[in-house]
């Protein structure tokens, strides 16, 4: 069943939102190459609780940390660990914060330093097609018409692979709730979207092949062809005319472009003047 929320509903959904989009931020700051992943997840797994709230995926069917942190070829669901990020490297950080009963879900890719063109152009664009996905979660539409709109900016008009094996999903009351958003579909298949539906709307997008394999581990799922892939994800409400995202990437974005000119080893040093 897919559920309709009310407005103190959908406003204490955007406080757990933005307690992800807060947590995002400080992840934006925090990353610099040399560090590892589980030391992200620790910094992440702190600021949650020492705010209020419970990181959603902690032992969430077994899941063992905060974030799933997806470095370069994996797609989602990584582990935190020992890997020391590097320069060059994406890091596709997604977390989940559950406060009082309900979940804010959200996803944000990291470039680390000098990360390549054709690299830098799949996060541009996966990030734009989740912009196109919201815009379409408007009331009378329907799932198909969010899962078009990715698969033909990303797919059709710049030949990158969608991921299917993973889709984005109603949340609330549970991290994942119904209906199913596929990444691909058809203009107007599936469900039918009303206002005050909220959903997580999240392109997972590979810059190759769209085919991905799950690791032993059970969870971690990376690209066959281990070429990278990114992950935007917003916690979405249903709206009239266009829908809403209720997590925000303007505080990420703009801590990421704090924190890159902060670490850019060409920046240039203050110029010792003579007196
Ligand atoms: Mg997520
Ligand atoms: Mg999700």
Not at 30 to 55: C, H, Q, W, Y
Not at 241 to 262: C, M, Q, V
Request: hydrophobic share 35%; glycine share 8%.
């Amino acid at each position: 069943m897919i559920h309709i929320r009310t407005k103190d509903e959908i406003e204490l959904i955007r406080k757990s939102a933005l307690m992800v989009t807060a947590t995002l931020t400080e992840v934006a700051a925090f990353l610099k190459p040399g560090i590892t992943t589980a030391s992200v997840d620790k910094m992440a797994e702190t600021f949650i609780r020492d705010n209020g709230g419970v990181p959603s995926f902690k032992n969430y069917h077994g899941f063992p940390a905060s974030l799933c942190i997806s470095v370069n070829e994996t797609v989602v669901h990584g582990f935190p660990s020992d890997y020391i990020i590097k320069d060059g490297d994406i890091i596709s950080v997604d977390c989940g914060v559950f406060m009082n009963e309900y979940h804010g879900d959200h996803a944000y890719t990291f470039a680390i330093g000098d990360v390549k063109p054709e690299v830098l152009k799949l996060l541009q664009v996966t990030k734009e097609s989740l912009h196109r996905a919201i815009f379409q979660a408007r009331e009378n539409n329907r799932v198909g018409d969010i899962s078009f709109a990715v698969e033909n900016y990303t797919a059709k008009e710049h030949s990158y692979g969608v991921v299917r094996e993973l889709v984005g999903h109603g949340v609330g009351r549970k991290l994942h709730e119904d209906p199913q958003v596929p990444n691909y579909g058809r203009r107007g298949d599936g469900k039918r979207l009303k206002e005050g539906m909220v959903l997580a709307i999240e392109p997972m997008i590979n810059l190759g092949t769209r085919e991905v394999q799950t690791l032993e581990d059970g969870w971690t799922v990376v690209t066959a062809d281990r070429k990278p892939s990114a992950h935007f994800e917003h916690t979405t409400v249903v709206r009239k005319g266009r829908g809403e995202a209720l997590s925000n990437f303007a505080p990420i974005e703009a801590a990421e472009a704090k924190n890159t000119e902060l670490n850019s080893s060409h920046n240039p040093q203050p110029e010792k003047t003579a007196e």
